[in-house]
T-cell receptor, first 111, second 112 residues
Framework: QQQVKQSPQSLIVQKGGISIINCAYE??????FPWYQQFPGKGPALLIA?????SEKKEGRFTISFNKSAKQFSLHIMDSQPGDSATYFC??????????FGTGTRLKVLA | DGGITQSPKYLFRKEGQNVTLSCEQN?????MYWYRQDPGQGLRLIYY???????QKGDIAEGYSVSREKKESFPLTVTSAQKNPTAFYLC???????????FGEGSRLTVL
């Protein structure tokens, strides 16, 4: 119930293409869903986050789509660039100082 | 600049030795966390602390110990009881417990 399942494990996209990473959860108490971006040898940094009262949030080329009934959320990266090559983690939190992370997706954008 | 400072960045340890990883934050955050990162396994919670002088075990606390004597500091000791300590360790903090987690740059521990 505390798991967040993330897919795919790795993803290769051509420059200019759309990258899509999916996450699913079971605990309906989760009410905060962030995505983190991590470059090799660095700590993760918050990319974008959403709360369940909205179905979509967009920041620049990054969009979170949230489906509360299906208990799924996804990250879409439009016009993917080589600089987007990184590992992406989804996470979920019930707001009690606990954060559950997905297993990560390694994205490579080909030039 | 406000942020989280982890040290050392790289650490080598012989089997049977305890090592302590430092984490300092100047963000005035109440809550601090330690995560372990292994390839393909995401971030797994070791310990977290919501306030000074209090901390809770996470999912993989065995073989680790922490202290929280100051708001700014949350050191992690990897003891000889930890069977497979080679990993990338990340410290994080948050002000609210239901918002953004801020991460340090990580410490990579290798057991020789």
């Amino acid at each position: 119930q505390q798991q967040v399942k993330q897919s795919p494990q790795s993803l290769i996209v051509q420059k200019g293409g759309i990258s899509i990473i999916n996450c699913a959860y079971e605990n309906t108490a989760f009410d905060y869903f962030p995505w983190y971006q991590q470059f090799p040898g660095k700590g993760p940094a918050l990319l974008i986050a959403i709360r369940p009262d909205v179905s979509e949030k967009k920041e620049g080329r990054f969009t979170i789509s949230f489906n509360k009934s299906a208990k799924q959320f996804s990250l879409h990266i439009m016009d993917s660039q080589p600089g987007d090559s990184a590992t992406y983690f989804c996470a979920a939190s019930p707001g009690t100082y606990k954060y559950i992370f997905g297993t990560g997706t390694r994205l490579k954008v080909l030039a | 600049d406000g942020g989280i400072t982890q040290s050392p960045k790289y650490l080598f340890r012989k089997e049977g030795q305890n090592v302590t990883l430092s984490c300092e934050q100047n963000l005035n955050h109440d809550a601090m966390y330690w995560y372990r990162q292994d390839p393909g396994q995401g971030l797994r919670l070791i310990y977290y602390s919501q306030i000074v002088n209090d901390f809770q075990k996470g999912d993989i606390a065995e073989g680790y110990s922490v202290s929280r004597e100051k708001k700014e500091s949350f050191p992690l000791t990897v003891t000889s009881a930890q069977k497979n300590p080679t990993a990338f360790y990340l410290c994080a903090s948050t002000s609210t417990g239901f918002g953004e987690l801020f991460f340090g740059e990580g410490s990579r521990l290798t057991v020789l």
